[in-house]
């Protein structure tokens, strides 16, 4: 009978500090720090992961063996090894032993007085569970920072999911299945870093993007928005393809300074439950115009609503259109619930139910 201690995945050794070294490829790292030095991987992590939280658990508590770091061989320096699981706890015992790695970080003074305290040195060894490669342990971290309680930023999360597509040739079904998200949020996932990363090759500016990613997903659940930029639903979207077409460029520019502002404007949200309104205007050429023109966004809708748009009986009219023609497809669906295309044609309506869910919420002052 198998064990659970068959199917461990690695092995557990004791290694000095000395002996790790950060990731360079951590998911948790902005784009310009991929491949940067330990220093400076160890600054960005005392600056945006609170490593100073865990040094003053370290210091107080020790390091709990209960939860070893994860760590794979440096192929690029024999005898050490890359840890792909526990970074900022590193960031924390690098601080705490290394008098040149905390003289850099902003609460130098704090880092000494807890250094004292923990008596860490680069000798001191900690518990690491060795593996032979990162696809070993990618099923342990994207569960843990993507479908656990310990999530990487939503960006993060999407470099993650990216890596696994393009780098590894996995599907999206197989991440999902990997990492225990269901295969709709992978796809979307990987389909807004994209999208992230073109605006970027097109020197648009992706800072705000990168700092309130959710929202992007937000924004691409919005068939209008979707159709404005010409994104496709994320299961049509071919891995290491652009999602939106080179000819709808000046769109996407446009939306991400309605929806993130820019250097010389401001946004028109004001919060996330606008992104539907936002739709809708962009819809009319009349209030299309009127962002194009500087507007704000009530002031947009205003002009919608002035053009004589009667929004209300519009809605009615549409939703009654759908809902006639969903009942008559009920009874040939019976002997067509298998076709490919007709299979993908109900995921695009579902998508389409779930935006029109959000948004009827989003009326009432549901958040």
């Known amino acids: 009978m198998t064990t ?17 070294r950060l990731d360079p490829e951590n998911p948790r790292l902005p784009a310009q720090l991929q491949g940067a030095s330990q220093e400076d991987l160890a600054v960005d992590l005392d600056l945006g992961f609170e490593a100073l939280t865990v040094a003053e658990s370290i210091a107080s508590h020790g390091f709990f063996a209960s939860e070893p ?15 792909v699981e526990g970074n900022r706890r590193l960031t924390a015992l690098l601080g705490l032993a290394n008098p040149e790695i905390r003289s850099q970080f902003p609460s130098a003074d704090q880092w000494d007085e807890l250094a004292m305290k923990a008596r860490v040195s680069l000798d001191t060894e900690v518990p690491v569970v060795v593996v032979d490669s990162r696809s070993t342990v990618v099923p342990i971290i994207g569960f843990r920072h993507i479908a656990g309680i310990l999530g990487w930023t939503p960006f993060a999360q999407a470099r993650y999911v990216a890596k696994l597509v393009d780098e590894n040739g996995l599907t999206f079904a197989e991440v999902a299945k ?21 605006a970027a090759s097109l020197g648009i500016p992706t800072g705000p993007v990168e700092e309130a990613f959710s929202l992007l997903t937000v924004a691409m659940s919005n068939t209008k928005l979707r ?67 500087g507007s704000t966004l009530a002031e947009a809708i205003q002009k919608v609503d002035d053009a004589g748009l009667d929004t209300l009986v519009r ?53």
């Not at 659970?4 to 790790?20: A, P």
């Open 4 to 20: 659970i201690s068959d199917r461990h995945l690695g092995t557990q050794r004791n290694i000095t500090i000395r002996n790790l």
């Open 69 to 83: 770091l994860l760590a794979i061989p440096n192929v690029e320096e024999s005898g050490t090894w890359v840890v």
């Open 178 to 198: 990997m990492i225990g998200i269901d295969k709709t949020r992978t796809g979307n996932l990987y389909r807004e870093q994209c999208i992230a990363k073109q």
């Open 227 to 293: 159709a404005f930029v010409g994104a496709p639903i994320a299961s049509k979207l071919a891995p290491g393809s652009d999602a939106v077409p080179a000819a709808k460029t000046p769109e996407l520019k446009e939306l991400l300074s309605w929806v993130f502002g820019t250097a010389d404007t401001d946004k028109v949200l004001a919060d996330s439950r606008d992104i539907n309104k936002l739709g809708g205007v962009i819809d009319s050429p009349v209030g299309l115009a009127a962002l194009r023109s």
């Open 315 to 367: 809605l009615k009219r549409r939703l009654t259109t759908a809902r006639n023609s969903l009942q008559a497809a009920e009874i040939d669906i019976i002997d067509h619930g298998d076709d490919a295309d007709v299979l993908g044609l109900l995921e695009e309506l579902q998508t389409s139910v779930d935006a029109l869910s959000s948004s009827s919420e989003s009326g009432t002052g549901e958040s």
